[in-house]
């Protein structure tokens, strides 16, 4: 499976390739509610005007709409919990902006072996002591070689074999590789596009756009689940969040899960002096996405650390139904597992597995 990332500056469109029929059919829907002629265009695709539209609702209204497409498809009060542990940490080779693991950047991270199978299947049974229902493992390599991946398809059939969902993030994948981990039993593949087609030679160097889709394609093709989404606050405007909520919802079909992560600036990082993004900005970025994909697990993912309770509450409202969960995502720090329950609680949110 070839995605490609295409730009129409006459249109003002960012798409990938052709939209599933259910996007259709929710584009058309909006564009026929009269607030926006152009969200959808002739093949039915989301386009960056009609998304930018979304983002520029009153907010109540936007949350209403949001709510509308969340209940339809989902439990409004149940939330997924993932818990993501770094296999692998630091040294990688790419540059991208934000990441405190990279090796261009000087951000106190050390480079790190592989973990061991043992370590890794410890974390994944205090996980799921603390109810999480998707393990997830990430490595810090552009690219896994063939002998990285023997030991990560250990990792995926022995933590499956806990009852667990299983997910990994390496890098970039070859085909046969994909099929390597769909055979070993993998769920779920994470490789975020990070921002629109646009913006993102601002952020990363050392990888183009179309490696990511390409990545993406070969997961597809495997019969993987895809889990892809972006990061906000890295200095982009609000079309570049339109742009990049675009590309996601057109890639056919648009992700099962889609991880929304507020940009966590870390000293030694190119991002580290960013403004932070205003919140409600942020809160908007997830209503858009549910709204744009409906059948997706939308993810609070990096940053929640920074928001208060008040803030995540909204994000719950605004469409998010799954968020990370445990005391550190990658390397940076992520709320406490019973700073989670207890919020849960009190908004009357109930933890739940999700197989879809």
Known sequence: MTITATTNTTANTATATISADALRRTARQFADSGDAADAADAAGAWTVAGVAALFALPFNDLLFRAQQAHREHFDA?????????????????????????????????????????????????????????????GAA????????????????????????????????????????????????????????????????????????????????????????????????????????????ANLDPYPESVPINNLVAVEGTPLADTAPLDPFEFVRTIAVARITMPRAMVRLSAGREAMDEALQALCFLAGANSIFYGDKLLTTANPQAARDRALLDRLGIRAEGHAG
């Open 77 to 137: 009060n149940a939330v997924q919990l993932s818990t993501l542990l770094s296999i692998k940490t630091g040294g990688c080779e790419e540059d991208c902006g934000y990441c405190p693991q990279s090796a261009h950047h000087d951000a106190g991270v050390k480079a790190e072996k592989l973990m061991g199978l043992d370590e890794v299947l410890d974390a994944a049974r205090a996980a799921k002591a603390n109810g999480a229902t998707r393990f997830c493992m």
């Open 141 to 248: 390599w552009r690219s896994p070689k063939d002998r990285h991946l023997e030991p990560v398809i250990d990792m995926v059939r022995e933590v499956k074999a806990m009852g667990l969902e299983t997910c990994v993030t390496l890098g970039m994948l070859r085909a046969e590789q994909a099929q390597r981990l769909k055979d070993a039993g993998l769920d779920y593949y994470n490789h975020n596009l990070d921002t629109s087609p646009e913006f993102y030679g601002k952020i990363i160097g050392t990888r183009t756009y179309q490696d990511r889709l390409d990545t993406i394609g070969h997961v597809r093709e495997a019969g993987i689940n895809v889990c892809c989404g972006g990061i906000v606050g890295m200095g982009e405007t609000r079309e570049a969040r339109a742009g990049l909520i675009a590309q996601l």
